[in-house]
Every structure is written in structure tokens, then in C-alpha cells.
């Protein structure tokens, strides 16, 4: 995706760079909305009289796949969450920190696209990252989850549903791996929740819902 970034414009055989600043921010924005639209990332973001070259390296590094630094985006977003048993375990993804450990989990999901709805969204990253194509069982119970993540704030609504697999869709196996659409390699597992939000134990995210799955 980088390439298109790093490609020159010319203009009569020359080039003159935009001041970084002014850039970064249009690129990251085209490297986010390009994230979590696949489907789209073929698109280049066609800038005429920019010098990319600057910025290349400091975009790559904050989207590289390597990286675990993950920061939440500076505005309200809507994701769409589902939620999948094996008897009373539910399928969570880890969650790192800056240094790679794991300090908790989530249920499986991502960010709901402008014009989509809450179902879609949960039924497109189920597709995108493993493969499958879920079945919607409940209506979404909505979350508001104001966090901190490694000293950066976050803000989302969330749309959390039940959902239900394709017979003997990983019957197999306790432990998914999967890549999110930046390419980050993620591992998913079903867990117990009283195995969860204890000492030394990963914390289930978003906070309070473990609270709300033990009254429902």
C-alpha cells in the first residue's frame, strides 16, 4: 500500500515537497480508511505536487504489521462485536500491550463502515478475518466503552451480538490465529469467564461486560 504513498508527482520535470505535517495527517488517514476497507486498498491517495518520500518511512513504521503500538483513534467510533460459545467459553482475541504481552481480550469484530449497519459489519470482519460467514442469533445489546489503552484515550459505541458458526467451523482447534487487515497476526481463544478480570488473569474488554454476561 506504501508504494503509492511513496510515489513523486512531477510537474514540468519537477517535484516540490508539501510540508510534512500537512501530509501526515492526509496519509494516515488514507492508510486507516484503507485499513479497515479492504476492498478499496487498491486505491492510491493521488495528491498532485507531493514529495511522499519524507513521510513513507514514519507511516510504515506506525502501520507495520510488526508492530504491536497500537493507539486508539482520537474520536467516537461504532464497532459491532460478536459473540461466539463453546458451551460457557466465549471466543476473545488478545489484546497486547506495547511490550507484546498479553493484558487482556475482547470478542472478535471491528469498526462499522459509513453506510454499512452494525450486522453487516459484525458478518464482514467475521468473513475478512477468519474466513467464515456468521449467523446472527440476537438483537445487538449496545455498549459505551470510555478507556484508556497503554496511557491513550479511546471512545467507542459498541453493537454486541450472539453469533453462531458453520457447523464444525474449527471444531478442532482451541486456539485461532488469524490476521487483522493491517496484517497483524492476532490468536483468538475461547475462555472461561471466571478465568477472567482476576489477578494476574487477562482483563475481558471491553470493561463491563463481563459484568453483563453474568447477568444475562
Same mark, same amino acid.
Given at each position: 500500500?506504501?508504494?503509492?504513498?511513496?510515489?513523486?508527482? /512531477?510537474?514540468?520535470?519537477?517535484?516540490? +515537497?508539501?510540508?510534512?505535517?500537512?501530509?501526515?495527517?492526509?496519509? $494516515?488517514?488514507?492508510?486507516?480508511?484503507?485499513?479497515?476497507?479492504?476492498?478499496?486498498?487498491?486505491? /492510491?491517495? +493521488?495528491?498532485?505536487?507531493? +514529495?511522499?518520500?519524507?513521510?513513507?518511512? +514514519?507511516?510504515?513504521?506506525?502501520?507495520?504489521?510488526?508492530?504491536?503500538?497500537?493507539?486508539?483513534?482520537?474520536? &467516537?467510533?461504532?464497532?459491532?462485536?460478536?459473540?461466539?460459545?463453546?458451551?460457557?467459553?466465549?471466543?476473545?482475541?488478545?489484546?497486547?500491550?506495547?511490550?507484546?504481552?498479553?493484558?487482556?481480550?475482547?470478542?472478535?469484530?471491528?469498526?462499522? $463502515?459509513?453506510?454499512?449497519?452494525?450486522?453487516?459489519?459484525?458478518?464482514?470482519?467475521?468473513?475478512?478475518?477468519?474466513? &467464515?460467514?456468521?449467523?446472527?442469533?440476537?438483537?445487538?445489546?449496545?455498549?459505551?466503552?470510555?478507556?484508556?489503552?497503554?496511557?491513550?484515550?479511546?471512545? $467507542?459505541?459498541?453493537?454486541?451480538?450472539?453469533?453462531?458458526?458453520?457447523?464444525?467451523?474449527?471444531?478442532?482447534?482451541?486456539?485461532?490465529?488469524?490476521?487483522?487487515?493491517?496484517?497483524?497476526?492476532?490468536?483468538? *481463544?475461547?475462555?472461561?469467564?471466571?478465568?477472567?478480570?482476576?489477578?494476574?488473569?487477562?482483563?475481558?474488554?471491553? *470493561?463491563? /461486560?463481563?459484568?453483563?454476561?453474568?447477568?444475562?
Amino acid at each position: 500500500m506504501l508504494i503509492g504513498f511513496a510515489k513523486r508527482s /512531477l510537474e514540468s520535470g519537477s517535484a516540490r +515537497c508539501t510540508p510534512c505535517d500537512k501530509i501526515c495527517e492526509a496519509a $494516515e488517514r488514507q492508510m486507516e480508511w484503507m485499513a479497515y476497507a479492504p476492498r478499496r486498498r487498491d486505491a /492510491l491517495l +493521488c495528491t498532485p505536487k507531493v +514529495c511522499w518520500e519524507p513521510i513513507a518511512a +514514519c507511516v510504515a513504521a506506525r502501520y507495520s504489521p510488526a508492530m504491536t503500538t497500537w493507539r486508539p483513534a482520537p474520536r &467516537i467510533r461504532l464497532k459491532a462485536l460478536g459473540l461466539h460459545w463453546r458451551g460457557d467459553r466465549l471466543l476473545a482475541a488478545e489484546v497486547l500491550d506495547d511490550s507484546g504481552h498479553v493484558k487482556g481480550v475482547r470478542p472478535l469484530g471491528g469498526t462499522v $463502515e459509513f453506510g454499512e449497519t452494525a450486522e453487516a459489519a459484525v458478518i464482514r470482519e467475521f468473513r475478512e478475518e477468519l474466513g &467464515i460467514t456468521i449467523e446472527i442469533l440476537s438483537s445487538p445489546v449496545f455498549m459505551e466503552n470510555i478507556y484508556t489503552h497503554e496511557g491513550s484515550p479511546g471512545h $467507542e459505541i459498541l453493537a454486541i451480538f450472539d453469533v453462531a458458526f458453520p457447523a464444525d467451523a474449527f471444531a478442532d482447534q482451541t486456539r485461532i490465529e488469524f490476521l487483522e487487515h493491517n496484517g497483524t497476526k492476532c490468536f483468538a *481463544e475461547w475462555f472461561a469467564l471466571d478465568t477472567l478480570d482476576l489477578p494476574e488473569q487477562p482483563r475481558l474488554y471491553p *470493561e463491563g /461486560l463481563k459484568a453483563h454476561l453474568l447477568k444475562a
